[in-house]
């Protein structure tokens, strides 16, 4: 690392730690959602990052609906469209869970199988309807602009927005999971799907909405990846093995965990890729992360329980 | 002095999150005995065959078998060592005949390479035919485990078992789920198994255990309650408060 | 001859199985295609290794690798080395910058023979390290793992993620690779052309030959004690390990043997198609290779030959005219797999065409078996 001053080097790190805000964001948001559907369910969505997709092509319908209709709410559009990606991403997978999922519960490999066929099927339905090419959409001035923190760091407004929005939908899932009666139910049935029956908990229900808000939440991921990258069809699929890996290394069964896998595996992927290749930071990253997992196969957060 | 002992157990501990399920337990088996553990539900009884076996570790404490510690062997060696383990429900491969079943089970041929250069000998099949007899079972040779009753393929566990000829033989409640005359095979079989071996039964039938303890042992959260012949056991107070009594 | 019979073969029902397959293959498809699609057939051919793997790891293992792609890569990539650099003397190569070197070197500012290519102009050190590499690296992770009690879905996940590695590093480091063209223009091997009418046929075989030997080997595997502990292991994997065994071995054992197998349909494939890249290794071509032995029936292994052809035939049929359809029938393949067929071709096979099958075999047989025993009432 010759060549840089220790306080070029503290700049690059402020900035790329925050240019790994944004990638944080849409891997939490990814990884929370499969944390959610894996964690409590059991379920290998390998369709998340579709999902994802689903939601970043809302946010572009949106923004060119606006732009060309209503182009005086467009500096508070993304809101709104936000609610729209979740709630798209939402009923599709309540409809998934409801035709196939359901019928897949305690075959993990099968669901796998299953739902990776279903992901090709999803981008080739992306294909067909919004073609090959890529899309970006019109994001409002004001998430244009960066921050001047001092003469060297420059912060992106985008991705301060994006980490906003991703620690109160965190929060919400926290808050939901822990609090809510619904989360309560949730929680029951992870722990024990006959007895939480037996108590008069519509599991089949339980399972249904759990599946759809995991799959809501992958579409605020979409919205968020819309602020950093354009959106084409197989756009979900490249982050699916990346997601995978948060909700492993974080302990799949702990919310925490996953935030504080998200976090580092993001910041170290950012930093990374400063120094060596694109390719290079990531190949590192993920080795790193591997290698950690095979000397403590349960991840970062996990309790001893008995079996 | 614990090496007078088939298996000595002593300040065994395993806390989970804080629970501890086993207390600080001290336990000697003498060679040739067999001692039936009871006690009431969550008392810790199965938990004391998992540490033994090595399904769980222990937290502390330890398990000295021949004088050779077992804590730190992962479960295959403990096996090798000869202490043999059933498990509560039967435990048995369904989808292969009884025949399968028991030369799986025969100690040859247990790493990569020597099983597959196994051969059926005809000392192998003598022995198999000689375990079925034993447990009742040599009719059903070519039979689907998974078909047998309930209680045949308790036997079949057995027997998978006694074809490795344990020094120390550990029954999970082999007569749970049995019908009447069951059982009495099943009390016969276990007085014919017990020569020339350590067992530790965990049961809750009293009659049955009337009949086949040398040696009973009461655990009670974790911890030994009670120990001596099943006469000295029923009328110690402590024992009828916590379990007999009620 | 007897226990070559009935473990190797498999018994009548394997030996009636293995000769129509060796019919099919050695003699319906080279009489009936010319030498361009035969070709085309050798190269799926190759993939079926990898599917046979596949359904010893996961159909009788009980692990579902993701990463079966890497496998097939290494063993293609040892091949490539080798033919790449007999295929690169320094005369053919005379207009480089640095003769002698692989082009794509040249092209990369690269002006000396990395270390590790050095060996690899031994023909016999590649054919070693295109066997001995995948077993190593099949047997790292695996002891990594197994050792420590993982499997499952995790097991899947971190070899598909290993799969997704290796492509990336091998992408990125184009210079020692040839980055994403993969290695190409392989010509000769030891001076023999493989590109040829001649050669192809011949190559064709020692694949074939190859695969048949594949199966029986783990025919044999599966017909001994270990394959029998492997379906006791996926009933009760506790029992087995209570009986003394340690298990972990059992499975790193099954996951090395799919990794070689793999491997040496990798090879043959460079051989074959003559260029290696890594399309082969990555995430996708990974689990296509699972829906190869999942169409076959997961647990068959003739069904993984026949799986693989038909998947790719459908896949070469469909996406010369219809390439949007192909991707919604390879959807639809792996949800229906799952859900409808979970036996895959063999269980198809088993529920509907084998009566009529052993109708007609038994037939035949016992009309002969009659006139051997002067027409002695069958027992039937």
Same mark, same amino acid.
């Given at each position: 690392?010759?060549?840089?001053?220790?306080?070029?080097?503290?700049?690059?790190?402020?900035?790329?730690?925050?240019?790994?805000?944004?990638?944080?964001?849409?891997?939490?948001?990814?990884?929370?959602?499969?944390?959610?559907?894996?964690?409590?369910?059991?379920?290998?969505?390998?369709?998340?990052?579709?999902?994802? /997709?689903?939601?970043?092509?809302?946010?572009?319908?949106?923004?060119?609906?606006?732009?060309?209709?209503?182009?005086?709410?467009?500096?508070?559009?993304?809101?709104?469209?936000?609610?729209?990606?979740?709630?798209?991403?939402?009923?599709?997978?309540?409809?998934?869970?409801?035709?196939?999922?359901?019928?897949?519960?305690?075959?993990?490999?099968? /669901?796998?199988?299953?739902?990776?066929?279903?992901?090709?099927?999803?981008?080739?339905?992306?294909?067909?309807?919004?073609?090959?090419?890529?899309?970006?959409?019109?994001?409002?001035?004001?998430?244009?602009?960066?921050?001047?923190?001092?003469?060297?760091?420059?912060?992106?407004?985008?991705?301060?927005?994006?980490?906003?929005?991703?620690?109160?939908?965190?929060?919400?899932?926290?808050?939901?999971?822990?609090?809510?009666?619904?989360?309560?139910?949730?929680?029951?049935?992870?722990?024990?799907?006959?007895?939480?029956?037996?108590?008069?908990?519509?599991?089949?229900?339980?399972?249904?909405?759990?599946?759809?808000?995991?799959?809501?939440?992958?579409? #605020?991921?979409?919205?968020?990846?819309?602020? #950093?990258?354009?959106?084409?069809?197989?756009?979900?699929?490249?982050?699916?093995?990346?997601?995978?890996?948060?909700?492993?290394?974080?302990?799949?069964?702990?919310?925490?965990?996953?935030?504080?896998?998200?976090?580092? #595996?993001?910041?170290?992927?950012?930093?990374?890729?400063?120094?060596?290749?694109?390719?290079?930071?990531?190949?590192?990253?993920?080795?790193?992360? #591997?290698?950690?997992?095979?000397?403590?196969?349960?991840?970062?957060?996990?309790?001893?329980?008995?079996? | 002095?614990?090496?007078?002992?088939?298996?000595?157990?002593?300040?065994?501990?395993?806390?989970?999150?804080?629970?501890?399920?086993?207390?600080?337990?001290?336990?000697?088996?003498?060679?040739?005995?067999?001692?039936?553990?009871?006690?009431?539900?969550?008392?810790?009884?199965?938990?004391?065959?998992?540490?033994?076996?090595?399904?769980?570790?222990?937290?502390?404490?330890?398990?000295?078998?021949?004088?050779?510690?077992?804590?730190?062997?992962?479960?295959?060696?403990?096996?090798?060592?000869?202490?043999?383990?059933?498990?509560?429900?039967?435990?048995?491969?369904?989808?292969?005949?009884?025949?399968?079943?028991?030369?799986?089970?025969?100690?040859?041929?247990?790493?990569?390479?020597?099983?597959?250069?196994?051969?059926?000998?005809?000392?192998?099949?003598?022995?198999?035919?000689?375990?079925?007899?034993?447990?009742?079972?040599?009719?059903?040779?070519?039979?689907?485990?998974?078909?047998?009753?309930?209680?045949?393929?308790?036997?079949?566990?057995?027997?998978?078992?006694?074809?490795?000829?344990?020094?120390?033989?550990?029954?999970?409640?082999?007569?749970?789920?049995?019908?009447?005359?069951?059982?009495?095979?099943?009390?016969?079989?276990?007085?014919?198994?017990?020569?020339?071996?350590?067992?530790?039964?965990?049961?809750?039938?009293?009659?049955?255990?009337?009949?086949?303890?040398?040696?009973?042992?009461?655990?009670?959260?974790?911890?030994?309650?009670?120990?001596?012949?099943?006469?000295?056991?029923?009328?110690?107070?402590?024992?009828?408060?916590?379990?007999?009594?009620? | 001859?007897?226990?070559?019979?009935?473990?190797?073969?498999?018994?009548?029902?394997?030996?009636?199985?293995?000769?129509?397959?060796?019919?099919?293959?050695?003699?319906?498809?080279?009489?009936?295609?010319?030498?361009?699609?035969?070709?085309?057939?050798?190269?799926?051919?190759?993939?079926?290794?990898?599917?046979?793997?596949?359904?010893?790891?996961?159909?009788?293992?009980?692990?579902?690798?993701?990463?079966?792609?890497?496998?097939?890569?290494? $063993?293609?990539?040892?091949?490539?080395?080798?033919?790449?650099?007999?295929?690169?003397?320094?005369?053919?190569?005379?207009?480089?910058?640095?003769? $002698?070197?692989?082009?794509?070197?040249?092209?990369?500012?690269?002006?000396? %023979?990395?270390?590790?290519?050095?060996?690899?102009?031994?023909?016999?050190?590649?054919?070693?390290?295109?066997?001995?590499?995948?077993?190593?690296?099949?047997?790292?992770?695996?002891?990594?793992?197994?050792?420590?009690?993982?499997?499952?879905?995790?097991?899947?996940?971190?070899?598909?993620?290993?799969?997704?590695?290796?492509?990336?590093?091998?992408?990125?480091?184009? $210079?020692?690779?040839?980055?994403?063209?993969?290695?190409?223009? =392989?010509?000769?091997?030891?001076?023999?052309?493989?590109?040829?009418?001649?050669?192809?046929?011949?190559?064709?075989?020692?694949?074939?030959?190859?695969?048949?030997?594949?199966?029986? %080997?783990?025919?044999?595997? =599966?017909?001994?004690?270990?394959?029998? %502990?492997?379906?006791?292991?996926?009933?009760?994997?506790?029992?087995?390990?209570?009986?003394?065994?340690?298990?972990?071995?059992?499975?790193?054992?099954?996951?090395?043997?799919?990794?070689?197998?793999?491997?040496?349909?990798?090879?043959?494939?460079?051989?074959?198609?003559?260029?290696?890249?890594?399309?082969?290794?990555?995430?996708?071509?990974?689990?296509?290779?699972?829906?190869?032995?999942?169409?076959?029936?997961?647990?068959?292994?003739?069904?993984?030959?026949?799986?693989?052809?038909?998947?790719?035939?459908?896949?070469?049929?469909?996406?010369?005219?219809?390439?949007? =359809?192909?991707?919604?029938?390879?959807?639809?393949?792996?949800?229906?797999?799952?859900?409808?067929?979970?036996?895959?071709?063999?269980?198809?096979?088993?529920?509907?065409?084998?009566?009529?099958?052993?109708?007609?075999?038994?037939?035949?047989?016992?009309?002969?078996?009659?006139?051997?025993?002067?027409?002695?009432?069958?027992?039937?």
């Amino acid at each position: 690392m010759d060549g840089y001053s220790l306080s070029d080097l503290w700049s690059i790190l402020v900035m790329q730690g925050f240019s790994g805000l944004s990638l944080f964001s849409v891997l939490l948001l990814m990884a929370l959602g499969l944390a959610v559907i894996f964690g409590q369910m059991g379920v290998i969505n390998m369709a998340h990052g579709e999902f994802m /997709t689903i939601g970043a092509y809302t946010i572009y319908f949106c923004s060119k609906i606006v732009e060309k209709h209503f182009p005086e709410i467009m500096p508070y559009y993304f809101i709104i469209a936000i609610i729209a990606a979740f709630a798209i991403a939402f009923l599709i997978g309540y409809l998934v869970e409801f035709l196939m999922i359901r019928h897949l519960y305690r075959r993990p490999l099968d /669901t796998l199988l299953a739902t990776w066929g279903l992901s090709l099927i999803m981008q080739q339905i992306f294909r067909s309807l919004f073609g090959a090419r890529e899309v970006s959409a019109t994001l409002p001035n004001w998430l244009m602009g960066s921050w001047k923190a001092t003469p060297d760091i420059d912060i992106p407004l985008n991705g301060l927005f994006v980490m906003a929005v991703s620690i109160v939908v965190t929060a919400a899932v926290i808050g939901f999971l822990f609090k809510s009666s619904w989360g309560i139910k949730v929680r029951a049935t992870t722990q024990n799907r006959v007895m939480a029956g037996a108590v008069g908990i519509n599991t089949k229900k339980i399972d249904r909405l759990t599946f759809a808000t995991g799959c809501g939440i992958a579409g #605020i991921a979409g919205a968020a990846f819309t602020t #950093i990258a354009s959106t084409g069809p197989t756009s979900g699929s490249l982050y699916i093995v990346d997601t995978f890996l948060v909700v492993v290394f974080g302990g799949s069964a702990s919310l925490l965990g996953t935030v504080a896998s998200a976090f580092s #595996i993001a910041q170290a992927q950012s930093i990374l890729t400063f120094f060596m290749t694109n390719a290079m930071g990531k190949v590192v990253t993920l080795l790193s992360i #591997i290698v950690i997992l095979m000397m403590r196969p349960e991840g970062l957060f996990s309790s001893k329980v008995r079996k | 002095m614990s090496n007078d002992f088939a298996l000595a157990v002593e300040d065994l501990t395993v806390s989970f999150d804080g629970f501890k399920a086993v207390d600080n337990l001290t336990l000697y088996v003498e060679k040739n005995e067999l001692r039936v553990i009871i006690g009431p539900n969550g008392a810790g009884k199965t938990t004391v065959l998992d540490l033994i076996c090595g399904k769980t570790k222990a937290t502390g404490g330890s398990i000295k078998f021949n004088g050779v510690e077992l804590t730190k062997f992962p479960e295959h060696r403990i096996v090798q060592a000869g202490v043999g383990r059933k498990f509560q429900t039967p435990s048995i491969y369904e989808n292969l005949s009884v025949l399968e079943n028991l030369e799986i089970s025969y100690p040859k041929g247990r790493s990569v390479f020597g099983s597959l250069m196994f051969e059926r000998t005809q000392d192998v099949t003598d022995r198999i035919i000689e375990i079925a007899e034993m447990i009742f079972l040599s009719e059903y040779l070519e039979k689907q485990a998974g078909l047998l009753s309930h209680g045949q393929k308790q036997w079949l566990e057995i027997g998978m078992l006694l074809i490795q000829d344990p020094a120390l033989l550990m029954l999970d409640e082999p007569v749970a789920g049995m019908s009447v005359s069951e059982r009495e095979k099943t009390a016969e079989l276990l007085g014919r198994i017990s020569n020339g071996r350590s067992m530790i039964v965990i049961e809750h039938d009293m009659e049955f255990v009337k009949r086949i303890a040398h040696k009973v042992t009461v655990l009670h959260q974790g911890k030994v309650l009670a120990e001596g012949n099943m006469e000295k056991v029923q009328h110690d107070p402590k024992v009828i408060e916590v379990y007999l009594g009620h | 001859m007897n226990a070559f019979y009935n473990r190797w073969l498999g018994g009548k029902k394997g030996t009636i199985e293995l000769a129509i397959l060796a019919a099919f293959i050695f003699v319906v498809l080279p009489l009936g295609l010319d030498v361009f699609r035969l070709n085309m057939v050798g190269k799926y051919l190759t993939y079926a290794f990898a599917a046979v793997g596949l359904v010893m790891v996961w159909g009788y293992g009980g692990v579902l690798s993701l990463g079966q792609g890497v496998f097939f890569g290494i $063993g293609g990539y040892c091949m490539a080395m080798f033919l790449k650099l007999e295929a690169s003397d320094p005369i053919s190569t005379a207009h480089q910058t640095t003769p $002698g070197i692989p082009d794509f070197m040249d092209w990369n500012q690269v002006t000396h %023979l990395p270390l590790f290519w050095e060996p690899f102009h031994s023909l016999t050190f590649a054919i070693v390290a295109a066997l001995v590499l995948p077993a190593a690296f099949a047997y790292l992770i695996g002891a990594a793992m197994f050792k420590r009690r993982v499997g499952g879905v995790y097991f899947s996940i971190i070899t598909q993620a290993i799969a997704a590695i290796l492509t990336i590093l091998v992408v990125g480091q184009q $210079g020692m690779t040839g980055g994403i063209n993969g290695i190409t223009d =392989l010509k000769t091997m030891h001076g023999w052309s493989i590109n040829t009418n001649s050669a192809k046929y011949v190559l064709y075989y020692v694949n074939a030959a190859l695969l048949l030997g594949s199966i029986m %080997l783990c025919k044999y595997v =599966l017909s001994s004690k270990l394959g029998r %502990l492997l379906l006791a292991l996926r009933d009760k994997e506790d029992r087995v390990r209570f009986s003394g065994y340690d298990v972990a071995n059992f499975k790193i054992f099954t996951f090395c043997l799919g990794a070689v197998i793999s491997a040496i349909g990798g090879a043959m494939f460079t051989l074959q198609v003559g260029f290696m890249s890594p399309s082969f290794i990555g995430i996708v071509p990974s689990i296509e290779m699972v829906i190869f032995a999942a169409i076959g029936g997961r647990m068959s292994l003739v069904g993984a030959v026949y799986g693989t052809l038909l998947v790719n035939y459908g896949k070469s049929a469909f996406s010369e005219s219809f390439p949007s =359809l192909w991707l919604f029938l390879m959807g639809a393949m792996f949800i229906g797999v799952v859900m409808v067929f979970p036996n895959g071709l063999a269980g198809l096979y088993e529920t509907y065409l084998k009566n009529w099958f052993e109708k007609l075999l038994s037939a035949r047989l016992s009309v002969r078996s009659n006139a051997i025993r002067g027409g002695l009432p069958n027992e039937q």
